[in-house]
């Protein structure tokens, strides 16, 4: 590290011990709770009842009162919990899970997207245009169309550009983003407004696409895209309200309980709209008793400070619906975009090694100032180079502020060089990883880093699990969609579309692991293990009722959807 890291050492060294007196509070245990009457609110009997906890892996029936577990077991361990107003629900068999935990969503742009132009899967130029088209029919000259979701990959490879939409949408300024989230196309009218034009420099940490003549070509990568986000009006807080109703009812459809929500927060991005977020939005709902699914809220890491403050004001759990995670920051962009951090060239592009999008003394800086006040963070990492600048980062942060829980977290953790895994497991590291983004890049990694290099180092949940990390599964709605049964499924087959063979089948996790990695070993990874994340008592009951009706047959087909989805031991879903 350059010479200030040096100074910044000495520093955190003499400070060490006195820092551990002022860590904000740990995280909260179980929320007190003390069984009230005799009898059970609900009983769920003739189930497969799946707890993803150890002590009592498997129940045929389960006790709910006042929205807790009060016993798993046989029907006739519950049946003493049964009163004349209990009410009880015969499964016949269908097999019973935790609610599922999505360990890294972005939650108000998912809702928000869910009503916008919708790109995900796209299979072509024409009915990419053709979904431009219809959006642009139903605004009026000057509206601003947005939409995402697209991945070049599905078509060929081209990126899309201004051109595409420049004939459809004279009169309308365009704004799409790649499921990614770190990359845009913005028609020319977008880009004129955005005052974009040869002259323009590249930001720091961001790329204009330029034709040879040096214009722009309407693609912005990374903090570039803030160049256009800046002119685009800001979204109404009634539709941000209304976002995350949709959400919450679109994450209840899945069998998602609870999610950790990464904000809306990208490189280059303001540092604002999460915190807005959580006063008009997260507040709003929990006060107007409209929240449907636990939150974990992670701000970026640049307000570290503010974090420690809220919490030292509010505690981490602030309701049984919200709870403070800690902060995030980005050190690379994505392998789509060209941005992923990489220790040799993109095949398909031999003069670049992806981006930086962050110094990382400031990195460094910032992270060891959160970590010593207690915060867990959160950091993205997708290519190998930036995964072992960040393992190198965390070797440091433990050398000057010690050995405590702070279950670290990359978010990611895409492509590993060939010793990092095994890194992981050091200092119990978490690796948020998001299984079904292997669907998309199985195809393209190859095109992208060369065949060699992607399988050898793309999405080792396996190697991470045996080295030690704690997998914790996510979908990065709206970069994909959330469908943990679909993520679970991938983790243990890792077949794409069309694909008669695993992608590296050494990689498959099992059943038990891969069910762990969206119920209890994601509630550990953000601190959520006390209260949820399995069906155990005193925890909150929350589970997802699937068609499967022995667990045999969920064993060996793992079913597309839910039947119902149960909160607080009540049904949200349907």
Not at 131 to 159: I, L, S, T, Y
Not at 254 to 276: A, H, I, L, N
Not at 503 to 520: G, Q, R
Request: overall charge negative.
């Amino acid at each position: 590290m350059p010479a200030q890291s040096g100074l910044l050492a000495a520093g955190a060294a003499a400070l060490a011990v006195v820092a551990a007196v002022f860590l904000l509070p740990g995280p909260a245990p179980r929320l007190p709770w003390t069984p009230r009457g005799r009898f059970a609110d609900m009983i769920l009997a003739n189930a497969t009842i799946y707890t993803a906890d150890p002590a009592r892996p498997f129940g045929a029936a389960m006790a709910v009162r006042g929205g807790r577990v009060l016993h798993v077991g046989t029907y006739d361990s519950v049946k003493e919990f049964r009163g004349k107003h209990t009410y009880e629900l015969n499964l016949s068999g269908n097999v019973v899970l935790p609610g599922f935990i999505d360990s890294h969503v972005h939650l108000i742009d998912g809702g928000l997207q869910l009503a916008r132009v919708p790109l995900r899967g796209v299979r072509s130029k024409d009915v990419f245009i053709s979904r431009v088209n219809e959006a642009v029919r139903d605004k009026h000259p000057g509206q601003w169309v947005r939409g995402g979701g697209w991945n070049n990959d599905f078509w060929g490879g081209d990126f899309p550009i201004a051109a595409w939409l420049d004939d459809i949408s004279p009169d309308n300024p365009v704004w799409l983003t790649r499921m990614d989230g770190h990359m845009g196309v913005a028609n020319s009218l977008a880009i004129k407004i955005a005052g974009i034009d040869k002259n323009t420099n590249d930001p720091v940490g961001g790329t204009i696409v330029r034709t040879t003549e040096r214009e722009p070509n309407g693609l912005l990568v990374d903090a570039a895209m803030k160049l256009v986000l800046d002119v685009i009006p800001d979204v109404s807080l009634t539709e941000r309200r209304e976002s995350l109703l949709r959400a919450s009812r679109h994450a209840l459809m899945r069998g998602v309980t609870t999610v950790v929500d990464v904000g809306s927060y990208f490189p280059g991005m303001s540092e604002k709209q999460p915190w807005q977020d959580f006063s008009d939005i997260y507040e709003w709902a929990q006060s107007m008793g409209k929240m449907m699914i636990r939150v974990c809220l992670f701000f970026p890491l640049p307000t570290w400070s503010g974090v420690s403050d809220l919490i030292h004001k509010k505690g981490r759990l602030i309701s049984e619906w919200i709870h403070v995670g800690g902060v995030k920051a980005f050190l690379d962009g994505s392998l789509g975009s060209s941005s992923a951090l990489f220790y040799e060239p993109y095949k398909d592009d031999p003069g670049s090694f992806g981006l930086q999008l962050i110094d990382m003394d400031v990195l460094l800086n910032a992270t060891l100032e959160s970590d010593k006040s207690g915060l867990q963070v959160a950091i993205h990492a997708i290519g190998d180079k930036a995964n072992d600048m960040l393992l190198d980062m965390l070797d440091e942060i433990v050398n000057l502020n010690g050995v405590r829980d702070r279950r670290f977290r990359v978010e990611h953790a895409q492509h590993l060089a060939p010793s990092a895994a095994k890194r992981f497991g050091e200092h119990n590291t978490i690796a948020s990883v998001q299984p079904d983004h292997l669907l998309d890049d199985a195809d393209s990694a190859g095109k992208k880093i060369g065949v060699e290099r992607a399988e050898r180092s793309s999405y080792l949940f396996r190697s991470l699990s045996a080295g030690g990390a704690h997998l914790a599964f996510g979908s990065d709605w709206p970069v994909s969609d959330i469908n943990p049964l679909q993520a679970i499924k991938t983790a243990m087959f890792r077949k794409p579309p069309g694909w008669e063979v695993p992608w590296m089948s050494a990689e498959c996790l099992p059943l038990d692991d891969s069910l762990k990695a969206h119920t209890i070993s994601a509630a550990h990874a953000c601190f959520l293990d006390p209260v949820l994340g399995s069906l155990a008592e005193g925890k909150y009951a929350d589970f997802v009722v699937l068609p499967s009706t022995s667990w045999k047959e969920f064993a060996d087909d793992i079913p597309g959807h839910v039947l119902a989805t149960y909160v607080n031991g009540k049904k949200a879903y349907p």
